[in-house]
């Protein structure tokens, strides 16, 4: 399939090589792959349909002319998982992740290595010199490795030590630069030059923004086998569906820039009828993209000493990324955000207590943007989001538990008891009894599981339920709890009566009530309610840890 590099500051086409990476017209790195879409639009389902669900699935979409399956580690492919828990506690229902995190070596730099090495490697290049943050070079080492490509991977002396480690496990060499990344991008780019190595040139890497836009490609089948095509426009049918939003945690920003035109290439082939807005997401601590774009600057202010933990994400100085990536979110109508690393780290641990996902900071800095962009209203409840979940947490920074994150269990020794009747008495030390007690009385199952959920990932809860206000009272007469969480909107008996009747018996009179719904107030019912609860939660809008915080204040 035929394919030119076309230059986006003169228009020159130009035929393909991995070594060549300026214009021959006008010398702008500025370019991009260019392919057949005509031609493609009427080949490429066919092609598509007894193929693998993995990035070379959509090879005449690649700049690589003979994909090399003895390189590859199973690249792409990544799972889009629907997000039930957090979409329910943010009220976005349709939530999904692309789960990028199973990528090979666990991070969605692998596309940019697999298709890049692959490259490489068939026009015969054997070295070859990046700079990198530690995914990248993680991701290079492992398919250098395969290609027997000699890698040198630049990184700066903040990424993290098993970070490091894992580069050099591969077999590469690992120079550590003390100073920022873009001072780590500077040294390796003058030991490329003066050596004559390829060098990895971030977004101005062909073969990196054709990998990312595989992601554009993967989400739109799969939500389409999730939601169904999209509806048809102007009588053509649409085969293919597009999310709303695309949320990322950027750094240099080839991911989304990647992800755009993979949608773009899409509409030209006409597959999809829309371009997702792009959410770009950083860190408070290195945001230039933000930055510059509250300010209106069509070009980006760099950041000279990045202040994050969030080493990923330190890209200080994006260059021309930040402008390409303006006029992309200015015409999908998406937005710049940051958030501090805090926020980032809590996200962290709502993903992962929610809905069983690890996440290093950098991927958990998109979902504290997504949490941001709902509350502000900029992102609406109906939406359908997709955020690309980057990488793993593995090597995790220890930091990030803290302390307090296993119970004990103790093997007693004593002789007198059986083997079982000692585990089981030692696992009753770490047992129910001293745990505060609270009653969850909401007639949705989902609500239930929800709070129970939310409750249970923090430890330590004795949880009852009741499905309707009647048994509800009844479960809270016996057991007289700690703490009531109730609905409103209930059969059998409302919340109303059962706070009327909670109020009238001495025995449950002072317990504590948060009132969790999903219905809007009126004035009276507000001020009917007013003196008789401590907390009223809004159902969609509840957050993991504000939530957690009214709980523990109203049971201490
Ligand atoms: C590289 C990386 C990013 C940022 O990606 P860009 O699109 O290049 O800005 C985010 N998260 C993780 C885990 C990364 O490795
Ligand atoms: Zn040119």
Redesign the pocket.
Known sequence: MPFVIR?L??G?AAPYFPTSTN?P??N?QWREAEYDYETLSKTLLLQLSNRPFDLWRYRELLPVRNPNASLSLGEGGTPLIQAVNLGMMLGTPNLFIKDERQGPTGSFKDRQAAVTIAALKEAGITEMVAASTGNVAISYSAYASRAGIKLWAFVTSLVPAVKMREIALYGSQVVKVTGSYDQAKQVAAEFARQRNLYQDMGARTITSIEAMKTIAFEIAEQLTALQGPAKPANGKPIVWRAPDWYVQAVSGGMGPLGVYKGFRELQQMGLVNRIPSIAVIQADGCAPMIQSFKQGLETAVPVTSPKTHIETLATGDPGRSYSLLRKEVLETHGTFESVSDEEAFRAMHVLAKMEGLSAEPAAATAFAGLFKLIRAGVIKPSDTIVVNCTGHTMPAEEFILGSNWTRDVEFPAQKAETPQEGLLSALNQVAPERFHRVAIVDDTAEARRLIRRILQSQGDFTIYEATNGKEGLQLIERELPDLIILDLMMPEMDGFAVLDALRANADTANIPVIVATAKELTPDEKNRLGTQIQTLMQKGDFLNDEFLEEVKALIK
Do not use: A, K, L, Y
């Open positions: 230059c500051d003169c020159h214009c017209r006008c702008s």
